[in-house]
């Protein structure tokens, strides 16, 4: 099951959280969360790898400026469950990004673009859109 949402003219401010709420694909290889200003300059490309790209189980974070990819984070503990409901919160400051996941995991990523405002967002891959909130 691919899917894909985007959202554009957003105005998420630093200090301010977006939470995606959706359903994970019972088959899902993977699904991804992009944050930024548009789709070439991403403050986070957030992606859930249950067996893609040689990934099993594995999170992914990076940020790509102008096109090109910075330097990336890869994250073991990996609490998403194919089939299940889940959501996942994104916050921001000027330096940093703080995604929490279910069972209370926490990740955090630097803000390596300097965006103060999120103006794109996107989801892709095998997850389905229930919800989408900022506060």
């Not at 986070?44 to 040689?54: E, K, P």
């Amino acid at each position: 099951m691919e899917c894909g949402l985007t959202l554009t003219h957003m105005n998420v401010k630093a200090g301010e959280s977006i939470r995606v709420k959706g359903k994970v694909a019972p088959d899902a290889k993977s699904f991804a969360l992009n944050l930024g200003r548009d789709g070439s300059d991403l403050l986070l490309h957030f992606n859930t790898r249950f067996d893609c790209q040689g990934d099993t189980w594995t999170i992914v974070c990076n940020s790509l400026s102008g096109g090109e990819w910075g330097e990336k984070l890869q994250e073991a503990e990996f609490p998403f469950q194919q089939g299940e409901e889940t959501k996942v919160c994104v916050a921001f400051d000027a330096q940093e990004v703080v995604m929490k996941l279910p069972g209370d995991q926490e990740i955090k990523f630097s803000n390596q673009l300097g965006l103060e405002a999120v103006k794109f967002l996107s989801v892709e891959g095998d997850f389905g859109v229930k919800s989408i909130k900022s506060d």
